[in-house]
């Protein structure tokens, strides 16, 4: 997605205790619950997996989620919150007028959660007709492989989300329109690499 991400300053980063699965994590989160809803051993996750993580996070961080969040203009903002060897998790935010262009995300499965006002998505199965959903603050949705969308903030409000995917920093698949999604999606090569060269990669790419 053609976005920018406004980054806080980091501090260093304290290595995992011997025996523990690796978790890289938002310095401004509770390291404790935010590494246990992450589940660092687990590789791969399922939608309703997915779904249950952004709402999890968007419901038990909500102060620290709408403390962190930025609006800015013209291109969105995000902040990673967590990323292991089997997912990655994001804060979005989206100023009234924003939004991505048609997309799937290369065979990663996916969720999000509204955290606050409203996001508008048009989607579609291949071979099915597009669908729409207005998804307001507490809304959450979870999905597989073979789906493609576009999210957009048409409202007047400003908007944020929480996002996961996995396996994390699959590229995503952008598309002049969702009528354009061939017949069968093909999965995109997906990084399976150790953490550190993920967390390189997911500070180049972003969700």
């Not at 957009?152 to 929480?162: D, G, I, K, L, Q």
Request: charged share 20%; aromatic share 6%.
């Amino acid at each position: 997605m053609p976005t920018t991400q406004i980054r806080p300053a980091r501090p260093a980063r304290p290595a995992s205790p011997v025996g523990e699965a690796a978790a890289d994590l938002h310095p401004r989160f509770d390291a404790d619950p935010l590494r246990a809803l992450l589940h660092p051993g687990r590789d791969l996750w399922t939608p309703s997996q997915l779904r249950e993580l952004t709402t999890s996070v968007a419901s038990g961080f909500r102060a620290e989620l709408t403390d962190l969040v930025r609006y800015t203009r013209p291109q969105r903002w995000w902040a990673r919150l967590g990323l292991t060897e089997g997912v990655e998790l994001w804060l979005l935010s989206w100023a009234p007028g924003q939004g991505t262009e048609p997309h799937d995300h290369g065979g990663a499965a996916g969720s999000f959660t509204v955290l606050e006002g409203e996001l508008h998505e048009d989607f579609r199965h291949p071979g099915g007709q597009v669908g729409t959903a207005t998804r307001r603050a507490g809304a959450a949705l979870g999905f597989g492989a073979g789906r493609a969308h576009q999210v957009r903030n048409t409202s007047e409000a400003n908007a944020s989300s929480v996002h996961a995917y996995s396996p994390p920093l699959v590229p995503t698949r952008d598309y002049r329109s969702l009528w354009d999604i061939p017949t069968t999606i093909p999965p995109l090569p997906a990084h399976r690499l150790p953490l550190d060269r993920l967390r390189e990669l997911a500070d180049l790419e972003g969700p």
